[in-house]
């Protein structure tokens, strides 16, 4: 598993790195002991800088970041389910709403066939009294 290097690591690893291939070019190139620091800290600077950025990042930044998203999405999620229960509750009115007007169109259905079957029984009683009248039923 790869594990981040804290600074002081990185600075070390570095240094020896780099004492080891200036001591291997300072047999063959002429290096000198102020060369060597010079090539040091231009080195250790940069590395330096990305040790201290990677060490921030991963013990501040990342933890605070992943706080704020974790509360932003439980905010988010207290808001979906607000809003799904007035969508429920929307639903649920419009049914009922339905339901009652289905109820009344067959209550208002239900009496006009009443009326319309005596009013059609009335009509066959009067043609069966008339005389001239051979209905047949």
């Given at each position: 598993?790869?594990?981040?290097?804290?600074?002081?690591a990185v600075v070390?690893?570095?240094a020896i790195?780099?004492?080891?291939?200036s001591?291997a070019?300072s047999?063959t190139t002429?290096?000198d002991a102020?060369t060597m620091?010079?090539?040091f800290?231009?080195?250790?600077?940069?590395?330096?800088i990305?040790g201290?950025?990677l060490y921030?990042?991963t013990?501040?930044s990342k933890?605070?970041?992943?706080?704020?998203?974790?509360?932003?999405?439980?905010?988010?999620?207290?808001?979906?389910?607000?809003r799904?229960?007035k969508?429920?509750?929307?639903?649920n009115?419009?049914?009922d709403?339905?339901?009652?007007s289905?109820?009344?169109?067959?209550?208002?259905?239900a009496?006009?066939?009443?009326r319309?079957?005596?009013?059609?029984?009335?009509?066959i009683q009067?043609?069966?009294?008339?005389n001239g009248c051979?209905?047949?039923?």
């Amino acid at each position: 598993m790869l594990q981040i290097l804290t600074p002081p690591a990185v600075v070390f690893f570095t240094a020896i790195a780099l004492i080891a291939d200036s001591s291997a070019a300072s047999t063959t190139t002429g290096w000198d002991a102020n060369t060597m620091l010079e090539t040091f800290l231009k080195t250790v600077g940069p590395l330096g800088i990305l040790g201290w950025y990677l060490y921030y990042d991963t013990k501040t930044s990342k933890p605070r970041r992943d706080r704020e998203t974790r509360e932003e999405r439980e905010l988010m999620a207290k808001s979906h389910d607000a809003r799904i229960d007035k969508l429920v509750d929307s639903q649920n009115k419009t049914a009922d709403v339905f339901a009652e007007s289905l109820k009344a169109q067959a209550e208002a259905f239900a009496s006009t066939a009443t009326r319309m079957a005596d009013v059609h029984e009335k009509m066959i009683q009067n043609c069966f009294h008339r005389n001239g009248c051979h209905a047949e039923v």
